[in-house]
Structure formats: C-alpha cells, structure tokens
C-alpha cells in the first residue's frame, strides 16, 4: 500500500489472548503499537527539550484575581453536610494524587501510574456530579422560589459547558 511502512510486529500482537473488555482490547493494541518497531532511532541529541514547567503559583494568582463564572457577589450557601462530603473526598484524591508523584519518582511502570490517573479522574468526576447535584437540590430550588430561574440556569449551562469542553 503506497504511503505505510511495513511494521515488525510484537510476538505480543500475534498471542491470542482472552479479552476482558473493550478496555483490555484497547490496551492490547495500544501494546502492539508500542511494542512493534514503526518508527526509526532518534539520532541522539537531536531529540528537542521538554518545555519549561508552568509557574502553577503564577497561574494560581491569575485564576483568583478572575471574576467569578456566575457574576455574584456572594458565595453559593450549601448542605453543611455535603460540604463535609466533598472536603473529604477533595482529601482523598489530593493524598492519590500524591501518590501518583511518588509512583512517578519510584519510576513504578507506566501503566500502573496511568491507571492511577484515570482513578484520580473519575473522582474528580463524581465530585462534579456531587456538586451538580447539590446546586440544583439547592441553588436551582432557591432561585425557583424567589423568581430567579433564568439567570441560575444560564449560569448552570455556563458552568456545565466549560466542565464539559
């Protein structure tokens, strides 16, 4: 076929194996990708360096001189109850992200660390889901019962699209 090159494939690629999932199929390929030999050596020092590490205290100070997403003045009021949910689980993620540093210094194999991030990111996402649900048990309801409606759903759809993209 003009415009690919002939791969040498892993003995990886030909073992049958049983899959477990569409997950262990696609690790199974991205393996196969990896472990074939598709692409010729770097010549050494030829590889360019990595760029230079953000300033995350920089970048920290900008986020919080920025306006709120939702214009108020004032804070959401929440659940004290749910509050301490969220705190609690913010907790645990930060000590798994933790953990995926010092995994990264031990120089543990990669795909353990990339499962350990994919952990940390469906946290994440229930806490999202935790916090959704907790706006519209409150803040939604609130601004039903005070004529507010609109502006809170605009500011919902606001906040779901930049969670989203």
Not at 127 to 153: F, K, M, P, Q, T
Request: glycine share 6%.
């Amino acid at each position: 076929m003009r415009g690919f090159t002939k791969f040498h494939i892993s003995p990886y690629c030909r073992a049958p194996q049983r899959s477990r999932g569409k997950a262990s199929g696609i690790m199974q390929t991205v393996l196969c990708f990896f472990m074939s030999d598709p692409v010729p050596p770097v010549p050494t020092g030829s590889v360019p360096p990595l760029p230079a590490e953000p300033d995350w205290e920089e970048e920290w100070e900008l986020a919080l001189e920025r306006p709120p997403l939702s214009g108020r003045a004032q804070p959401h009021h929440h659940d004290p109850q749910s509050r301490r949910k969220l705190i609690h689980r913010l907790a645990r993620i930060e000590g798994h992200v933790r953990g995926i540093r010092s995994m990264i210094e031990q120089d543990q194999p990669c795909p353990d660390v990339l499962l350990q991030i994919a952990a940390v990111k469906g946290a994440l996402d229930r806490v999202a889901r935790l916090i959704l649900d907790d706006h519209i048990r409150h803040c939604i309801r609130h601004a039903i019962e005070s004529g507010n409606i609109e502006v809170e759903l605009e500011e919902l759809q606001r906040a779901l699209d930049r969670y989203i993209s």
